[in-house]
Nanobody
Framework: QVQLVESGGGVVQAGGSLRLSCAAS????????MGWFRQAPGKEREFVAA????????NYADSVKGRFTIARDNAKKMVYLQMNSLKPEDTANYYC?????????????????????WGQGTQVTVSS
């Protein structure tokens, strides 16, 4: 198993930047495909970004492509989401997630059910 704890959320003005961090503990991080999801009030949880086990592949939702960057450091057991050019519609609770036994092709636009482990979330609020 792996335990995930997010940090780095906050309030930022539109056009600003934030970097979210996800600290993992437990099983070796490199055994998991890692992703970020977000959920706004009254909406379903949606995929944001994913990074492969060795960090040689990434996928992004169309809504964040070119603005967000996912990265991981397996040695430090950390996953990051750099968010630039933030918009009010990016306001949501952001979740870090880990997928153990899946294949990379499942992470092009994955449903939350593809992921096995979740953090508690960190709130991002973008003011206009």
């Amino acid at each position: 198993q792996v335990q995930l704890v997010e940090s780095g959320g906050g309030v930022v003005q539109a056009g600003g930047s934030l970097r979210l961090s996800c600290a993992a503990s437990g099983r070796t991080l490199s055994t998991y495909i890692m992703g970020w999801f977000r959920q706004a009030p009254g909406k379903e949880r949606e995929f944001v970004a994913a990074v492969s086990r060795s960090a040689d592949n990434t996928n992004y939702a169309d809504s964040v492509k070119g603005r967000f960057t996912i990265a991981r450091d397996n040695a430090k057991k950390m996953v990051y989401l750099q968010m630039n050019s933030l918009k009010p519609e990016d306001t949501a609770n952001y979740y870090c997630a880990g997928s153990y036994g899946s294949y990379w092709f499942q992470h092009r636009n994955p449903a939350p059910s593809v992921y096995d482990y979740w953090g508690q979330g960190t709130q991002v609020t973008v003011s206009s």
